[in-house]
T-cell receptor
Framework: EAGVTQFPSHSVIEKGQTVTLRCDPI?????LYWYRRVMGKEIKFLLH????????ESGMPNNRFLAERTGGTYSTLKVQPAELEDSGVYFC?????????????FGPGTRLTVL | AQSVTQPDIHITVSEGASLELRCNYS??????LFWYVQSPGQGLQLLLK??????LVQGIKGFEAEFKRSQSSFNLRKPSVHWSDAAEYFC???????????FGKGTTLSVSS
C-alpha cells in the first residue's frame, strides 16, 4: 500500500511568486492534515480536511495560504504571494478517521525556500 | 497554553549505549502522547503512543516510553542504540478529538561507533 506522497520534494521560488504544493493521502483516508515546520521551530498544524470539507483551519497563518481538497482525494496548498517567512518544510498527513486513536501517517514533506 | 518541550536539541550516543530522550508537555485536558521519528528523506513514523492504562508503553524498533503525570513527562528510552537509530525524534500531544498534533522542536540523535 502506498503511503502519503507529496510533490514537489523541493521548491525554490522568489518572493512574490506563487507556489502550489500537492499531497496525495493514503487511499481511503478521509482525513487529511497539513503541517509546517519553519527552521528551528516546532512542526505546527495548519489545517484538517474531512473529505472535501475544512474541519479545522485554525492554524492557517494568513489569507495568502489557500488549501483545497476537491473531490476529497488529493489536496493542494497554494501560497500566493510567497513571503520569506513562508520558507520551511510542509508536511501532509492522513488518517482513516479522526481522533487521537487513529494514527496520522505523514508524507516526507515539501521543502519550500523563498528567496 | 498547550505545548511540548524537548530540552535537548542534539544528542550523541555511542552504539550499544542506552538512550533517553526527554519530553515535557503542558496540556489542559487529558493528554494523548506520541513519539515520532523522522529519518532523512522519510516522513514522520509513529514509534509509540500513550492514551491510558499502563504508564510504560512499548513501541516499534525496541523503543519504550514512560508517562509520568506528576512530572508532565513522557520520556523515550531504548536500552541499546543501533546506528540505524540516528534520526530526528519528535514528541507530540493531542486531545481525545486528536486532530491537531502539538509537537516539540525535535531532538536529533547521532550515533557514534
Amino acid at each position: 500500500e502506498a503511503g502519503v506522497t507529496q510533490f514537489p520534494s523541493h521548491s525554490v521560488i522568489e518572493k512574490g511568486q506563487t507556489v502550489t504544493l500537492r499531497c496525495d493521502p493514503i487511499s481511503g483516508h478521509d482525513n487529511l492534515y497539513w503541517y509546517r515546520r519553519v527552521m528551528g521551530k516546532e512542526i505546527k498544524f495548519l489545517l484538517h480536511f474531512v473529505k472535501e470539507s475544512k474541519q479545522d483551519e485554525s492554524g492557517m497563518p494568513n489569507n495568502r495560504f489557500l488549501a483545497e481538497r476537491t473531490g476529497g482525494t488529493y489536496s493542494t496548498l497554494k501560497v500566493q504571494p510567497a513571503e520569506l517567512e513562508d520558507s520551511g518544510v510542509y508536511f501532509c498527513a492522513s488518517s482513516l478517521t479522526a481522533g487521537a486513536y487513529n494514527e496520522q501517517f505523514f508524507g516526507p514533506g515539501t521543502r519550500l525556500t523563498v528567496l | 497554553a498547550q505545548s511540548v518541550t524537548q530540552p535537548d536539541i542534539h544528542i550523541t550516543v555511542s552504539e550499544g549505549a542506552s538512550l533517553e530522550l526527554r519530553c515535557n508537555y503542558s496540556y489542559g485536558a487529558t493528554p494523548y502522547l506520541f513519539w515520532y521519528v523522522q529519518s532523512p528523506g522519510q516522513g514522520l513514523q509513529l514509534l509509540l503512543k500513550y492514551f491510558s492504562g499502563d504508564t510504560l508503553v512499548q513501541g516499534i524498533k525496541g523503543f519504550e516510553a514512560e508517562f509520568k503525570r506528576s512530572q508532565s513527562s513522557f520520556n523515550l528510552r531504548k536500552p541499546s542504540v543501533h546506528w540505524s537509530d540516528a534520526a530526528e525524534y519528535f514528541c507530540a500531544v493531542s486531545g481525545q478529538a486528536g486532530t491537531a498534533l502539538i509537537f516539540g522542536k525535535g531532538t536529533t540523535l547521532s550515533v557514534s561507533s
